[in-house]
């Protein structure tokens, strides 16, 4: 049986109440299948406290460590990644005899947290890497704006390592660019959640050195919608959410999922809702629920920024449940009629397809994975084109769909039909199937 040593640093954290993102999400998600089918040997490596599963062979690293990833500011992010890729090469590395290098794939949940790469691969280890973010592409989002290609970062930032002028650099700029380029180097298989990050990939590695052979190594798997039963709604909660929001038979509800986080793009929806209450003078009642905790680093400033913008609103009511636990999350999702996805980045978009599980139409960005998904029968797609215009695009896209509240409910079904096809559990069976091939 193929042995797994999967190393995940936000691995081991209570996700219940912990807004690490979608990348810990799947990565307990992967636990939780592969333990249950029996399919594999799994050994995993994070740093949280608490076992992601019970049963599972887990080691937290740094042992006796205590970070807290949701507290650390960039740069002290940088210092843990830093450990933590020490101590799980160290740890990887003393144990080949129990982990043989010809039986064992290491399977990377991480790019800026990973291991040294170059020292397994060295020693035998044949490496899948899965791909939850390219943080390249998000920085030039985030920070640049889109005003240079993702490619042209790469390929600058190789050209001073070449030069020997790197070096020079802050460590969370070299966290950042040189792992993710060690991570296509020495990953026998790259795997990502769309064509569009996969694309964009290929783009900035493929004519690298370390990136020869890039695309025949890149493979695609979208995550899908976890499995849980999205109808077991209790109705009474649902009406308790009703008299608390204040919601009644005219108000028409928008909803958002995610951590609060800049790159959610929360902050154009709300200028969205504003520029239409100054188109018009209609009476519509509008509700607004932005479910979610703030993210890590900078969720906290962008919170302050996100609740400032609701208050200028003068028509939507907007709330803030916080984190939703699973009944909760399905009693909003009964409340709602229209879910929206505002995201100016967005590897895949987890929520939209939690969203369609539970019956609802959505409005979306058009960010990696969302047009994998989507089509005109379950929602709309929006196109930003240059950030500027992002508010008023998606404020013209949100008044089409809210004219549109007859068809909503018949686009949710859709969307629901239309993502049970993609059930997690596949993707899933498709990771261990590469990991098996690899070693094999």
Known sequence: ??????????????????????????????????MSTHACELTILGSGPESPAEGADYVRLPAGGSYDPVKLSEFEYARFCRDFEAETTRWLLERRGRFDPSRTCVLVNDVAEGPTLDKLAAAGYPIVSLWHVDVVDYINKIYLRSLVAPERLTRLYERCRR????GAAPDL???????????VAFSRRLIVPSRSMAETLDRCYGSLACGQGLSSRLQVVPWGAFEEDPAAVDPSGADQLRSRYGIGPKTQVLMTLSR???????H??????RLREQA??????????ICGEAAFMQGEAYNRRVRAAAGRLKRTRVFFPGYLDAPAKQAHFALAHLFVSPSIHESYGLTVAEAMRAGLAVLASDHYGVREMLDEDCGRVVSYGRLAHAPQRLAEALSGLLRERGRLAGMGRCARERIAAMPFSRAADAVLATCQEVVG
Do not use: C, N
């Not at 030069?163 to 790197?166: M, Y």
């Not at 018009?280 to 629920?289: I, K, N």
């Open 1 to 34: 049986m193929t042995q797994i040593v999967f190393i995940a640093s936000h691995l081991g954290y209570p996700l219940d109440r912990t807004p690490l993102g979608g990348g810990a999400m799947v990565a307990w998600r992967l636990v939780r299948h592969w």
């Open 260 to 266: 609060i986080s800049p790159e959610k793009g929360l």
């Open 268 to 273: 154009i929806l709300l200028e969205a809702l």
């Open 163 to 166: 030069l020997g002028i790197s």
């Open 280 to 289: 018009s003078a209609s009476g519509e009642d509008l509700a607004l629920l």
């Open 173 to 183: 700029v070299r966290v950042i660019f040189e792992k993710q380029s060690e991570t």
